[in-house]
């Protein structure tokens, strides 16, 4: 079946540090991918998506390209702020009816000033 | 863009009684939304899929008959955890999908559960 690999956290950066967090993917098909981002105590945000292969999604800095010959949808920011600490989940989900997204086990990411 | 809410944002019950949690979509319709639990500093258990107008889809290992799924109007979806009890503590998160053109999910904020 489909899956959604993200590395393990916690990742921890410095303010203005670069940051990425790896995701590959497993599935059928063209899935559309996700990123999600959960703030504490919170429900989980779209942060960017990518429905077709080498779309590049991007929002409040963040960055992600969906590579189908590697399989990944990595997300990367280049100056990382203390208020992008969140737990971030990469996702597929694909169309023809089937709405049900995969997740992956999120990364948490602690920015320090 | 597309909102939707969750009531309550957070409840505690003594063990034994029944919560009952609602998700409604506030701008769209949806057909179809997607329960979740999540653990502490774990991913989202995808628990059932609620459908508008026939009955839930669970997950394999998740109990329908406690964890009651109602998807009344295009809006309106509801959780009902009956005989609650501590294990059942837990973050409880709905989502609707997007249906058109990339499947993105959107989220409710999440109700907090303490079963004491």
């Known amino acids: 079946g489909d899956s959604v690999t993200q590395m393990e956290g916690p990742v921890t950066l410095s303010e203005e540090a670069f940051l990425t967090i790896n995701c590959t993917y497993t599935?059928?098909?063209?899935?559309?991918l996700f990123w999600y981002v959960q703030y504490p105590g919170e429900g989980l945000q779209l942060l960017l998506k990518?429905?077709?292969?080498?779309d590049k999604g991007s929002n409040k800095g963040f960055e992600a390209t969906y590579r189908k010959e590697t399989t990944s949808f990595h997300l990367e920011k280049g100056s990382v702020q203390v208020s992008d600490s969140a737990v971030y989940f990469c996702?597929?989900?694909?169309?023809?009816?089937?709405?049900?997204?995969?997740f992956g086990r999120g990364t948490s990411l602690i920015v320090h000033p | 863009g597309a909102v939707v809410s969750q009531h309550p944002s957070r409840v505690i019950c003594k063990s034994g009684t029944s919560v009952k949690i609602e998700c409604r979509s506030l701008?769209?319709?949806?057909?179809?939304m997607f329960w979740y639990r999540q653990f502490p500093k774990q991913s989202l258990m995808l628990m059932a899929t609620s459908n508008e107008g026939s009955k839930a889809t669970y997950e394999q290992g998740v109990e329908k008959d406690k964890f009651l799924i109602n998807h009344a109007s295009l809006t309106l979806s509801t959780l009902t955890v009956t005989s609650a009890h501590p294990e059942d503590s837990s973050f409880y998160i709905c989502s609707a999908p997007r249906q058109s053109g990339g499947n993105e999910q959107f989220f409710g904020p999440g109700t907090r559960l303490t079963v004491l």
């Open positions: 599935a059928t098909g063209y899935p559309s």
């Open positions: 990518a429905t077709k292969a080498d």
């Open positions: 996702a597929l989900s694909k169309g023809g009816g089937s709405y049900i997204p995969t």
């Open positions: 701008d769209f319709q949806a057909t179809t």
